[in-house]
């Protein structure tokens, strides 16, 4: 599933069959070491042709730096944050082939030039998310970043495929939000050839409008060898990397590939790296976790009854839930509002904490009489042409990395059993989440085998931060990589489940994030922090 902010900051995503948010890092130049590491796709070492071919891009990226100039006019930022272009091999086997831009920009470390400790390069997940807001954050006097920008020129980029660094396509935008969609709930077998038909001509629109050329390189592994490469550009001999949710992931294989070039890394909200998990696993482990997050949201509505009066109990809750989709089956509300729609904008209450007023707000206006307030919420909205235009974007880019990246089942009756077995227990998500990834099942391009994420020499100590509940990134993906890079450090925030814990005021986990960032310096043991502050209505 694909992770993204709620629709109140950025337009809702969809998918070929259903509408829904989702779901799911100084010194004088230097070129990577002939000798990089790497692990292809069979987890053997050695030295492949893309191997070369990385480290060809990364000494001609350090040769040719980044021009640094403002932000074009229609990309929103502005200065001083800088903008500039990196550019990378569309197929690292072929150096010398063609060539795409990635968009990077940066703001300067706060501090002293004595202060100043490199570049910090950002990620925020996806498959399909954009890292350019990250120098926004020093613009506006983020208080819980204040101490790292001292030290940290902070760096965002668009990976390939997305925003603006050679962006990808497999629908028309405005055909990709439009709605209502078909309840991804199916009620009979035509209700699931329909779904498997739209999934199928959405892995053939990814072709159609991107090209198989280069739906064959959105690969993860593509996308660290890209980070690697503006790594050089930045003209920094090692990297400190920032990765929320997917950004784990780039991480993950990044700390396998080049674990001579990591300098510091803070991985939030982990992916499971396990080869099996990679993809399909890790998006049914996926809805068992945002069942647990939902009930956890409705628990905490019931509690503040008195605020939002849809009932003292979690059932109640639930039972208000049940009603609203049934009506919102029989008749859209406002004409555009179904059963899709309802799931694409509830479900950034399990993913973000920050979602828990807002989306409780809406629902009780909406019992209370108010139906407008919830199809501003959930309806797409067709003006906003630039915004449906990044939606899609993000949702190809999101298909193309996950369905390339691994192997995915072919046969239908596999999907059908494990996710009808799923539902039965945990229907808030299991079947919009299946649908959203079906094109991986008719996927027109080879699709590869994972890397195998593993320690590897040089690879410092990195830091891990997870809560107990995250829906998007269950805690097992933490655990599991704290397992397979010996030396780092787990931090778990106990009895919470938001997405991306770095980002929220946490006394226990941010002055940890901070002492890394700006020392190195580690616990000597893992460490177990009591959550955040609950939201108050």
Same mark, same amino acid.
């Given at each position: 599933?694909?992770?993204?902010?709620?629709?109140?900051?950025?337009?809702?995503?969809?998918?070929?069959?259903?509408?829904?948010?989702?779901?799911?890092?100084? /010194?004088?130049?230097?070129?990577?070491?002939?000798?990089?590491?790497?692990?292809?796709?069979?987890?053997?070492?050695?030295?492949?042709?893309?191997t070369?071919?990385?480290?060809?891009?990364?000494?001609?990226?350090?040769?040719?730096?980044?021009?640094?100039?403002?932000?074009?006019?229609?990309?929103?930022?502005?200065?001083?944050?800088?903008?500039?272009?990196?550019?990378?091999?569309?197929?690292?086997?072929? =150096?010398?082939?063609?060539?795409?831009?990635?968009?990077?920009?940066?703001?300067?470390?706060?501090?002293?030039?004595?202060?100043?400790?490199?570049?910090?390069?950002?990620?925020?997940?996806?498959?399909?998310?954009?890292?350019?807001?990250?120098?926004?954050?020093?613009?506006?006097?983020?208080?819980?970043?204040?101490?790292?920008?001292?030290?940290?020129?902070?760096?965002?980029?668009?990976?390939?495929?997305?925003?603006?660094?050679?962006?990808?396509?497999c629908?028309?935008?405005q055909?990709?939000?439009?709605?209502?969609?078909?309840?991804?709930?199916?009620?009979?077998?035509?209700?699931?050839?329909? *779904?498997?038909k739209?999934?199928?001509?959405?892995?053939?629109g990814?072709?159609?409008?991107?090209?198989?050329?280069?739906?064959?390189?959105?690969?993860?592994?593509?996308?660290?060898?890209?980070?690697?490469?503006?790594?050089?550009?930045?003209?920094?001999?090692?990297?400190?990397?920032?990765?929320?949710?997917?950004?784990?992931?780039?991480?993950?294989?990044?700390?396998?590939?080049?674990?001579?070039?990591?300098?510091?890394?803070?991985?939030?909200?982990?992916?499971?790296?396990?080869?099996?998990?990679?993809?399909?696993?890790?998006?049914?482990?996926?809805?068992?976790?945002?069942?647990?997050?939902?009930?956890?949201?409705?628990?905490?509505?019931?509690?503040?009854?008195?605020?939002?009066?849809?009932?003292?109990?979690?059932?109640?809750?639930?039972?208000?839930? !049940?009603?609203?989709?049934?009506?919102?089956?029989?008749?859209?509300? /406002?004409?555009?509002?179904?059963?899709?729609?309802?799931?694409s904008?509830?479900?950034?209450?399990?993913?973000?904490?920050?979602?828990?007023?807002?989306?409780?707000?809406?629902?009780?206006?909406?019992?209370?009489?108010?139906? *407008?307030?919830?199809?501003?919420?959930?309806?797409p909205?067709?003006?906003?042409?630039? /915004?449906?235009?990044?939606?899609?974007? /993000?949702?190809?880019?999101?298909?193309?990395?996950?369905?390339?990246?691994?192997?995915?089942?072919?046969?239908?009756?596999?999907w059908?059993?494990?996710?009808?077995a799923?539902?039965?227990?945990y229907?808030?998500?299991?079947?919009?989440?299946?649908?959203?990834?079906?094109?991986?099942?008719?996927?027109?391009?080879?699709?590869?085998?994972?890397?195998?994420?593993?320690?590897?020499k040089?690879? =410092?100590?990195?830091?891990?931060? *997870?809560? *107990?509940r995250?829906?998007?990134?269950?805690?097992?993906?933490?655990?599991? !990589?704290?397992?397979?890079?010996?030396?780092?450090?787990?931090?778990?925030?106990?009895?919470?489940?938001?997405?991306?814990?770095?980002?929220?005021?946490?006394?226990?986990?941010?002055?940890?994030?901070?002492?890394?960032?700006?020392?190195?310096?580690?616990?000597?043991?893992?460490?177990?922090?009591?959550?955040?502050?609950?939201?108050?209505?």
């Amino acid at each position: 599933m694909r992770e993204t902010r709620p629709k109140w900051r950025t337009t809702a995503l969809g998918s070929a069959g259903v509408l829904i948010t989702a779901t799911l890092i100084s /010194g004088a130049v230097a070129a990577p070491a002939s000798g990089a590491n790497t692990y292809d796709g069979g987890g053997r070492h050695g030295k492949d042709r893309e191997t070369v071919g990385a480290e060809i891009a990364a000494a001609r990226a350090a040769k040719a730096g980044i021009d640094w100039a403002d932000c074009p006019a229609d990309w929103g930022i502005a200065k001083p944050v800088q903008c500039g272009w990196v550019s990378v091999p569309l197929d690292y086997a072929k =150096p010398n082939g063609k060539q795409i831009k990635l968009a990077v920009d940066r703001i300067g470390n706060t501090g002293t030039p004595a202060e100043r400790q490199g570049a910090l390069v950002y990620n925020p997940g996806g498959p399909g998310g954009s890292g350019m807001r990250f120098p926004l954050r020093v613009v506006n006097k983020n208080p819980i970043w204040a101490n790292v920008s001292k030290a940290y020129d902070f760096v965002g980029f668009d990976p390939r495929g997305v925003g603006h660094s050679a962006p990808i396509s497999c629908i028309d935008p405005q055909e990709f939000v439009k709605a209502p969609k078909a309840d991804p709930v199916p009620d009979s077998e035509a209700d699931k050839l329909a *779904q498997r038909k739209l999934a199928r001509e959405y892995a053939e629109g990814c072709a159609e409008r991107t090209g198989k050329a280069m739906l064959q390189q959105m690969t993860t592994p593509n996308t660290v060898r890209d980070l690697d490469v503006i790594r050089a550009a930045l003209g920094e001999k090692k990297l400190n990397y920032l990765g929320v949710s997917y950004g784990t992931y780039i991480g993950a294989v990044y700390g396998t590939m080049y674990p001579g070039h990591v300098r510091r890394m803070v991985v939030d909200s982990v992916v499971n790296p396990s080869r099996e998990k990679i993809w399909y696993e890790a998006n049914l482990d996926q809805d068992i976790a945002f069942e647990g997050r939902w009930k956890d949201w409705e628990d905490w509505v019931a509690a503040n009854d008195a605020t939002f009066h849809l009932g003292t109990t979690r059932a109640a809750v639930e039972a208000k839930w !049940l009603e609203l989709r049934a009506t919102a089956k029989k008749n859209p509300i /406002g004409g555009v509002v179904g059963p899709a729609e309802l799931i694409s904008f509830f479900q950034s209450a399990p993913y973000y904490d920050s979602s828990w007023v807002p989306v409780a707000t809406v629902f009780g206006k909406y019992v209370a009489g108010d139906t *407008q307030a919830l199809v501003d919420a959930a309806a797409p909205d067709p003006s906003d042409t630039a /915004g449906n235009i990044s939606s899609e974007n /993000g949702n190809a880019v999101y298909t193309a990395v996950e369905c390339t990246d691994a192997k995915w089942p072919t046969s239908w009756k596999k999907w059908d059993r494990d996710n009808t077995a799923l539902h039965q227990k945990y229907p808030f998500m299991t079947w919009a989440n299946a649908w959203m990834n079906l094109p991986c099942a008719t996927w027109p391009v080879k699709q590869q085998t994972p890397v195998s994420v593993r320690t590897g020499k040089g690879l =410092p100590g990195v830091l891990i931060v *997870q809560s *107990q509940r995250d829906a998007a990134t269950p805690y097992a993906g933490g655990v599991e !990589l704290h397992k397979r890079f010996k030396g780092s450090r787990l931090i778990t925030e106990k009895d919470a489940g938001s997405h991306g814990v770095t980002g929220l005021v946490n006394p226990c986990i941010n002055p940890r994030v901070d002492a890394y960032l700006l020392s190195g310096k580690l616990d000597t043991a893992d460490v177990t922090c009591a959550p955040h502050a609950t939201p108050k209505p």
